[in-house]
């Protein structure tokens, strides 16, 4: 929130500037018209500001000024400039406050940024004046699963499937939020649905190993996680994970092996080292085994202290 309180000050005061030297209305549209078309897209943006300032209705000038701050942002991601990607689409809803693709645009922006909160408002105004959208409606139950409002996310992620059933993603969604929300035999369901509809792939098979996994179905969690690692050979939760069930089996060489796999895809990986220095205790590696648990309890301190200062990791980007 403290962040985009910053970028809308910045924005209040850029637009400002830009704004004192405004020319006639049908004279800056034509130029921003000739920019776009020459590729100058910043420039372009402050002809077509020049128009809203003097006359916030027109809607070419809207049209226009969303043009260049979507491509402008989308420019600014693909060099990871974020900050700046947020900064050109706040800028441009400030000119043109409802814009629906616009907003869904600054929704996916901010949620990306874990600005959760503030993607929950744009996109919700987003809904509102694009009603039924699957897109929107999509992202939606997305930011909803962020903030951690699961009969939110649930009902959205139902009511994007009524509009396209066939979305294996979207069945891997709801399975996810059934998982949090410790429907275990629900999320089953729709992680098999998932994989139906899209068999080539990893994320479902390495969920149902980890809820199999938690279960204390070793067998099961060792079949699923295979599945993972045939198409992904270096996923790290997957390692970790058959590392962890053939330890709970107390089958100490094989979970050795997958765990010093794991460690190696995914060194920060906080489980990888802490199952891998238990085992090394089981097999009498006293000195291996204290290295590996005391970097353990090392990555444990530093992903609460990135906790507490509003960092988040999510599981995944952990075992990328």
Known sequence: MFLRFVTLALVIGAAGFSAAGAA?????????????????????RDAFEAV??????????QDGEVS??????????????????LTYLVRAQQFVPKNG??????????DDMHLYQDADRSLTQA????????????????????????????????????LRPADASAHYGLARVYQLGLQFDKARAEFQRSIELQPVQTEAYYQLGDMALGQGNFAD??????????????????????GQAYFAQKQYVQAEEFL?????????????????????????????????????????????????????????????
Do not use: W
Request: a neutral charge; aromatic letters at 4%.
């Open 221 to 242: 969690a060792i079949s699923e996680f295979s599945k993972t690692l045939a198409r992904d050979p270096k996923h790290g939760g997957a390692l970790a994970g058959t």
């Open 24 to 44: 006639q209305t049908p004279q800056a549209m034509s130029t921003g018209t000739a920019l776009l078309q020459a590729g100058k897209v910043s420039e372009a």
């Open 127 to 162: 809904e509102q004046l694009n009603a039924g959208d699957p897109n929107v409606v999509y992202a939606v139950a997305r930011v909803k699963m962020d903030l951690g409002q699961l009969p939110a996310a649930e009902d959205k992620m139902q009511a994007y499937l009524k």
């Open 52 to 61: 809203l300032e003097a006359d916030p209705s027109n809607k070419e000038a």
């Open 260 to 320: 010093q796999r794991a460690i190696v895809a995914a060194p920060n990986y906080q489980k990888g080292h802490y199952y891998l220095g238990l085992t090394l205790a089981r097999l009498g590696r006293k000195e291996d085994s204290e290295r590996e648990l005391s970097l353990a309890t090392k990555l444990a301190d530093e992903a609460a202290k990135a906790a507490r200062s509003g960092i988040q990791l999510s599981p995944s980007t952990a075992i990328q």
């Open 101 to 110: 693709h616009l907003l869904f645009d600054l929704g996916i922006q901010e």
């Open 68 to 85: 260049c701050s979507e491509r402008l942002a989308l420019e600014a991601r693909g060099q990871g400039r974020m900050n700046d990607a």
